[in-house]
């Protein structure tokens, strides 16, 4: 009964990143045991039926994963991947597109389309929009012998390479704002892209960051496409196809089961305990070659390790990791009618009989002073926002724009849409309160109204409900997102590549624990936005650590470098699949 | 325009034509247990499945939303004990964790006064005697013979090719527990009930626990349900962490076996060329050419919808037409609430207990809501059952120390007014009637509620046509041997290649296992392939007894 498990690998956390390394360490051939707490995977990569017939997606929704090498190492179409392209909407590069300002239509300009096609990689033959991808995200931090400067800096090294013009020491410096001032042209497109970078991580207007902030927003929405695309079976249909991976290869998945401590013997992490209402009880899981974790930082050293294996100085740095600017507030709508664009946004020549009625607005993307409003209001006041609601910024997915065969409301007589996002204090760090925005029926109305000054039929004689969930409520249903975070620590430049979430943790490794590896949103490059990437990245230091031994499917990054005195994750064989 | 034409060839997608051994079209439990047990037998199966999520009944969501997790459909696994499947995957301790709590049944009225069905048969007396003496003497009485019935023929026939009507008696003549079985056959479970106790609060918890699950309280020929719904109904098992944990343990041995399962996939149409089903196609396009095809959804969706009338003779489209369904639904009310609802009665130990019926009074009143319900009404003389999910598993609330029960009662598919208006009404009323037993049921204590209704039940699970949860009625003529007809109760059909295996093909509902476990033998048979599994000791001793 009391049976105790012995595995090579114990991942604890069966979210987006868990489970790609699962993925990739079972095709290694190694036994995978991946620990969940709650009783269904997928993390933040889920998708919910909350009323009968309605689907909505509480936390990620498109694929931004789209240059990831996993879609070839994994074959994630041998288990079921599909697209809905027509979610996704493909606007031919040519067609007009506008941003919706409070003014009304702004028209993107050709001078905007070619100063972003520039810069994001389609202009060349062949374009490297690929290259720049996966140069950004899809490459493990370097060594902390090599110098970080414009020659070694992946991204870099791509605009140094295929767009050499553009390649300047300045551009490491640059603000978003500043990338965009440079070659794009109206205001209320650069306003629309710097929002988006925000909700997605890397913000428009943080110092140093803007590659990485472009890269966050061409990745999901490059721009010969008008929305994100989607999976079929929405965002948790691809996680189906990753999970089924990993367990083709072997992999053991186990949920309702949270691990309470890792286990640490003579500096060397050997296994974990799981907690007393584990499924299995509080027994032990022993794990060979590594212990992963693909948890939240915070709790991983702060409570599954603790003071007994770690540093009180270590601990306080860990516990000073900023979680600030990451809390969404998402609210889906339920309706009687489709939900109709005033008249004064609706975009001419739009083929609205292909694409539906309505697509998702992205508001107010007046000026760039706006936006600094509406982020001091979060991130300066740290405080429930006082901003009006006609002069709040969010987004948002339209559910009628999804194909026919792949609806989002199979319930008679109602369309949904969703969700809506919006940017809100952290809980943590609410200065009204940790649960200050669960008046819920007080933010509801606040995002109706924000989302009103775009949608002429939001009355409460169309709206059958409105499905809302607070920063806090994220937090309780999904401890990955720890005081209600979406990117589980903050992405800027202090904590993003060779300082996520600190330096010395930089290369997934724990200096001084052996065997225990880093592989979450929060403490791990790039970071979220399921992209298939931290289990990618990872792979290159479990082979340099001689733990995971890919076969012929495996290629390393192109510009990776390897650790001194330690094996090189490229293989010596020519890779079977070349990288563009 | 395609993705391509901007970036090269971002990713490869499932292609547009695929060949199989065997698509199984729903991956509720019988469809999941069939495509298993085929894939780990060698062959190339796919899973076909509508929803975004398998497991059809076997769900887990969160409907009461965010942060509360329930089991809208199936909560209440009765045939842990015997599944095969759960021994030949080794479903038990390692992956899932069954939960069976000693207090099963309760029902509590409004007096104080409680009763309580539980596993071990003399706990259960002690709880009878209050009632009447000469009650919980003669349950210990019957249940001797009951529990006989049930583990030697019922439940092993359960995973057995079935009998004509005529072949079954005269197996059953064979031995003194057939004979016994054959005589409650002949009545009603009403008679059985009315004959067994002489309490009527007594005869009201049977009678509950044996028509529940919609078997027609006055109907002759349909006894044998009742030692057999009696006696599973004190064996009901938890799936810790929610039913859909059963379904996922089963989707990833189907996954580990090489199998694929494919969900937001729309079947619309069974390929049949010359005769044979050939295949699927999907709403999205794709085509999955196959050996064979298994369906899992009830008749009328099979082959008038997806087959096609043209492919079937005329007799045989008269035997689908005259498919009826359950003769009625559920209503349930979920709720999230700070503590979780106590009983105010004479027995603390109802407070555990698995189940808890109330509002019923009398057989007389539990009669006449049915009839009711049957009717199409609803009356205020309604009661039902409930259960507090979170006192057997804390992890279906994300909030910790919170709760989550609900309230579900039977219902009619069609209601007057429609059941918009209903549903809300309904969840007053029954928040009323809580209180009454359980006087923490106040709205203080309640922080969200939700209900679902039989059309929502369609909504969520398309397949469960009318509400019905056993994909067709349990009435003589759509049992055995004739569910869902003559011609499909082996699980093959008409259709050369098209095989039959959900809830309206025998044995029928309630996650009994049987169907898909019969059809993946009839397929593996037909197919010729070797079968890696053995019939169970229960099977076995049925078989050697009964059948030879």
């Given amino acids: ?580 | 325009m395609t993705t391509d034409d901007y970036f090269g060839h971002m990713f490869q997608e499932f292609p547009e034509n695929s060949e199989w051994d065997a698509v199984i079209i729903g991956a509720g439990p019988n469809g999941l247990m069939a495509a298993a047990y085929l894939a780990k037998a060698g062959l190339k199966v796919a899973l076909i499945e509508r929803r975004y999520e398998i497991g059809g009944g076997l769900a887990t969501e969160e409907i009461l939303y965010p942060c509360y997790s329930s089991n809208p459909h199936v909560i209440y696994h009765m045939m842990v004990d015997y599944m095969p499947v759960i021994k030949d995957f080794n479903l038990d301790g390692a992956s899932l964790l069954w939960i069976k709590p000693n207090a099963q049944t309760a029902m509590v009225f409004e007096d104080g006064k409680s009763l309580l069905l539980t596993q071990m048969i003399e706990d259960t007396k002690d709880s009878i005697s209050k009632f009447s003496f000469k009650d919980a003497v003669n349950f210990g009485k019957v249940m001797r013979s009951w529990r006989r019935i049930v583990d030697e023929i019922v439940a092993p026939a359960t995973y057995v090719p079935t009998m004509t009507p005529i072949e079954m008696s005269m197996a059953l003549q064979k031995t003194k527990v057939g004979q016994e079985m054959l005589e409650l056959i002949e009545q009603s479970p009403l008679e059985i009930i009315n004959h067994t106790f002489e309490n009527d609060r007594v005869r009201a918890l049977m009678l509950y626990a044996s028509c529940m699950w919609g078997l027609d309280p006055r109907e002759t020929g349909i006894g044998f349900f009742v030692p057999l719904l009696l006696d599973r109904g004190m064996n009901k098992c938890y799936c810790y962490g929610g039913s859909h944990k059963f379904a996922s343990a089963m989707g990833r041995e189907l996954v580990k076996a090489g199998g694929l399962i494919l969900e937001h996939a729309e079947v619309n149409k069974i390929i049949v060329q010359n005769g044979r089903a050939a295949g699927v196609e999907l709403a999205e396009g794709r085509t999955l050419r196959s050996k064979v095809v298994m369906s899992t959804l009830d008749p009328h969706t099979t082959f008038l919808d997806l087959v096609g009338a043209q492919h079937l003779d005329k007799d045989f489209k008269a035997l689908i037409d005259g498919w009826k369904y359950d003769k009625w639904s559920f209503y349930t009310l979920h709720v999230a609430s700070e503590e979780p609802p106590r009983y105010k009665c004479d027995d603390p130990w109802v407070n555990d207990a698995f189940m808890t019926i109330f509002g019923i009074e009398s057989t007389e009143q539990l009669l006449a809501h049915w009839d009711n319900v049957v009717a199409g009404k609803i009356g205020a003389n309604f009661g039902g059952h409930a259960t507090c999910e979170t006192l057997h598993d804390p992890h279906l609330s994300d909030k910790p120390g919170k709760h989550t029960s609900f309230f579900q009662m039977h219902a009619p598919y069609e209601i007057p007014g429609g059941w918009e208006k209903k549903g809300k009404e309904m969840e007053e009323a029954i928040l009323a009637k809580w209180q009454k037993v359980a006087p923490n049921m106040k709205r203080e204590n309640i922080i969200m509620t939700v209900h679902e209704t039989p059309v929502d039940i369609e909504t969520r699970f398309p397949n469960m046509r009318r509400g019905g949860i056993k994909h067709g009625d349990y009435k003589p003529i759509q049992l055995g041997s004739f569910r869902p007809n003559q011609e499909c109760s082996s699980t093959r059909t008409p259709v050369e290649g098209l095989y039959v295996c959900g809830a309206s093909t025998y044995p029928g509902g309630l996650v009994l296992g049987g169907p898909g476990y019969l059809g993946a033998n009839k397929v593996a048979e037909d197919l010729g392939v070797k079968k890696w599994w053995k019939t169970t000791p229960e099977m076995e001793r049925y078989i050697k007894t009964y059948l030879t």
């Fill in chain 1, 1 to 580: 009964m009391n049976k105790e498990e012995r595995y090579d690998i114990v991942i604890i956390g069966a979210g987006h990143n868990g489970t790609t390394t699962a993925a990739y360490l079972a095709k290694c051939g190694l036994s995978v045991c991946m620990l969940e707490e709650r009783p269904e995977c997928g993390g933040a990569q889920e998708t919910c039926e909350p009323i009968a017939g309605v689907r909505i997606q509480p936390h990620a929704i498109a694929n931004y994963g789209g240059s990831a090498p996993g879609w070839e190492q994994l074959e994630l179409w041998k288990y079921g991947f599909r697209m809905d392209w027509k979610a996704g909407a493909i606007v031919p590069f040519d067609t007009d597109r506008y941003m919706t300002t409070s003014d009304g239509l702004s028209q993107v300009t050709d001078k905007d389309k070619m100063g972003y096609a520039k810069i994001t990689g389609l202009l060349t033959d062949p374009p490297f929009f690929k290259d720049l991808m996966r140069a950004t995200f899809w490459c493990p931090p370097h060594p902390p012998h090599v110098e970080l400067n414009e020659h070694t800096i992946p991204f870099m090294q791509v605009y140094k390479q295929h767009q050499p013009d553009m390649w300047t020491r300045e551009l490491l410096e640059w603000t978003m704002f500043d990338l965009m001032d440079e070659y794009l042209d109206t205001e209320p497109f650069k306003v629309n892209q710097a929002w988006i970078a925000l909700v997605s991580g890397a913000h428009g207007h943080m110092e140093g960051a803007a590659i990485p902030a472009l890269c966050s927003v061409a990745t999901v929405m490059p721009p010969a496409v008008a929305m994100p695309v989607a999976p079929r079976g929405n965002i948790h249909g691809y996680y189906h196809a990753l999970l089924r991976c990993a367990i083709a290869h072997g992999a053991v998945v186990r949920t309702c089961c949270p691990v309470e401590e890792i286990i640490i013997e003579h500096d060397r992490a050997v296994g974990v305990r799981l907690r007393d209402d584990a499924t299995w009880g509080a027994k032990k899981i022993w794990a060979n070659k590594a212990v992963i974790s693909a948890v939240h930082i915070k709790p991983t050293f702060l409570e599954m390790i603790g003071p007994r294996h770690l540093d009180s100085g270590f601990l306080q740095r860990i516990k000073d990791l900023s979680l600030k600017g990451g809390s969404l507030y998402m609210t889906h709508y339920l309706t009687r009618e489709r939900l109709r664009v005033r008249p004064k946004f609706q975009t001419p020549g739009y083929r609205y009989e292909n694409y539906g009625s309505f697509t998702g607005p992205f508001f107010p993307n007046d000026s760039r002073e706006l936006y600094f409003e509406n982020v001091t209001e979060v991130m300066g006041h740290q405080r429930n926002l006082t901003i009006p609601p006609e002069r709040a910024m969010y987004g948002m997915v339209a559910g009628e724009t999804y194909a026919e065969c792949h609806p989002q409301s199979t319930r008679p007589g109602v369309y949904i849409n969703g969700p809506q996002w919006m940017l809100v204090p952290t809980p943590e760090y609410n200065v009204d309160g940790m649960d200050a925005m669960e008046d819920k029926v007080k933010w509801n109305e606040y995002m109706r109204k924000a989302l009103s000054q775009v949608v002429e039929n939001l009355d409460s004689d169309n709206i059958v409900q409105i499905i809302g969930e607070s920063p806090r409520e994220q937090e309780f249903r999904n401890t990955g997102m720890l005081g209600g975070s979406w990117y589980g620590l903050r992405c800027d430049r202090d904590q993003w590549w060779n300082e996520r979430p600190l330096p010395e943790l930089a290369r997934y490794r724990v200096p001084g624990i052996d065997g225990l590896y880093l592989s979450h949103q929060s403490s791990a490059h790039p970071g979220g936005l399921c992209l298939m990437a931290v289990g990618y990245n990872l792979m290159h230091i479990l082979i340099e650590d001689g733990i995971a031994e890919p076969g012929d499917w495996w290629y390393a990054s192109p510009w990776y470098i390897p650790e001194k005195g330690k094996k090189s994750a490229i293989p010596s064989r020519p890779s079977s699949v070349a990288t563009r």
